[in-house]
Nanobody, 114 residues
Framework: QVQLVESGGGLVQPGGSLTLSCTAS????????MGWYRQAPGKQRERVAT???????YYADSVKGRFTISRDNTKSTMLLQMNALKPEDTAAYYC????????WGQGTQVTVSS
């Protein structure tokens, strides 16, 4: 059974940094392409970062150069280091498989505001 727990969100000023954590109870974690997603109010959920089992990474243009995704296959965890945050980064952030099923964790809220 899949379980995903995100943490680390909060309120931060523009230009600030946050690091999000994800603990994934997925038996196949070490072979899964994983991603971080976000959903802002009134908008569709979008994938912002992807990481392959061997650590290759891909980023949405909106976060490229500011966000860094990483994973630890031995602990089934992921991180999303977010720097130079902008108000438009405000959203609920989720971790999930690259091709997620119907299950989503509770997410963690990131609010970028002065």
């Amino acid at each position: 059974q899949v379980q995903l727990v995100e943490s680390g969100g909060g309120l931060v000023q523009p230009g600030g940094s946050l690091t999000l954590s994800c603990t994934a109870s997925i038996s196949s974690f070490r072979t899964e392409v994983m991603g971080w997603y976000r959903q802002a109010p009134g908008k569709q959920r979008e994938r912002v970062a992807t990481i392959t089992p061997l650590g290759s990474t891909y980023y949405a243009d909106s976060v490229k150069g500011r966000f860094t995704i990483s994973r630890d296959n031995t602990k089934s965890t992921m991180l999303l280091q977010m720097n130079a945050l902008k108000p438009e980064d405000t959203a609920a952030y989720y971790c999930n498989k690259y091709r997620p099923g119907s299950y989503w964790g509770q997410g963690t809220q990131v609010t970028v505001s002065s």
